[in-house]
């Protein structure tokens, strides 16, 4: 246990809907980190907060992809009218090096 | 731009067996680089990280890693393999200027044969 929570573990959905995936940090880290990873292939950088500063994102984060982390704690990632093309595991890191256990989303 | 390769995509040894996984990195500058075991459906565990220092770092599980700078390598290795080490194992430069943001290689996956 990394110290790092994510919640749903698991998210079934149709094409077409919203979701939204939270990660808790380790409290004192100010750094958190939202990764993609795809069936085979290693995570995927999406984007990064420096407390609640979203400092970076990907280019594989598209404007249906938003997250926030609201007063530096906790954080979001909302994926508004999924497709199928985003079935992946979401992972969160806390100052980049800590991961939690992941969010899996499938998307029918 | 930054890479991370790892050149096999499956290992498969004996219990007991020494390991070693190869990952060869492309980076401007020394990388921060990092090695993580992954079970099936499970988030990523921190085995092993190299900052600075001492090029040959101790890791957990019995795990070692060596930083070559001259072959941009971070090789793990492990002298006798137990057959709850089969996982997917990754690797990772951590880019110290964007952020420490990581690149991942695409993983080699271990099986372990008793």
């Known amino acids: 246990d990394t110290g790092v929570s994510q919640d749903p573990r698991h998210k079934i959905t149709k094409r077409g809907q919203n979701v939204t995936f939270r990660c808790d940090p380790i409290s004192e880290h100010n750094r958190l980190y939202w990764y993609r990873q795809t069936l085979g292939q290693g995570p995927e950088f999406l984007t990064y907060f420096q407390n609640e500063a979203q400092l970076e994102k990907s280019r594989l984060l598209s404007d249906r992809f938003s997250a926030e982390r609201p007063k530096g704690s906790f954080s979001t990632l909302e994926i508004q009218r999924t497709e199928q093309g985003d079935s992946a595991m979401y992972l969160c890191?806390?100052?980049?090096?800590?991961f939690g256990p992941g969010t899996r989303l499938t998307v029918l | 731009a930054q890479s991370v390769t790892q050149p096999d995509i499956h290992i498969t040894v004996s219990e007991g067996a020494s390991l070693e996984l190869r990952c060869n990195y492309s980076?401007?500058?020394?990388?921060?680089l990092f090695w993580y075991v992954q079970s099936p459906g499970q988030g990523l565990q921190l085995l092993l990280k190299y900052f600075s220092g001492d090029t040959l770092v101790q890791g957990i599980k019995g795990f070692e890693a060596e930083f070559k700078r001259s072959q941009s390598s971070f090789n793990l290795r492990k002298p006798s393999v137990h057959w709850s080490d089969a996982a997917e194992y990754f690797c990772?430069?951590?880019?110290?200027?964007?952020?420490?943001?990581?690149?991942f290689g695409t993983g080699t996956s271990l099986t372990v044969i008793p």
């Open positions: 990772a430069v951590g880019v110290r200027n964007t952020g420490n943001q990581f690149y």
């Open positions: 890191a806390s100052s980049g090096q800590f």
């Open positions: 980076y401007g500058a020394t990388p921060y």
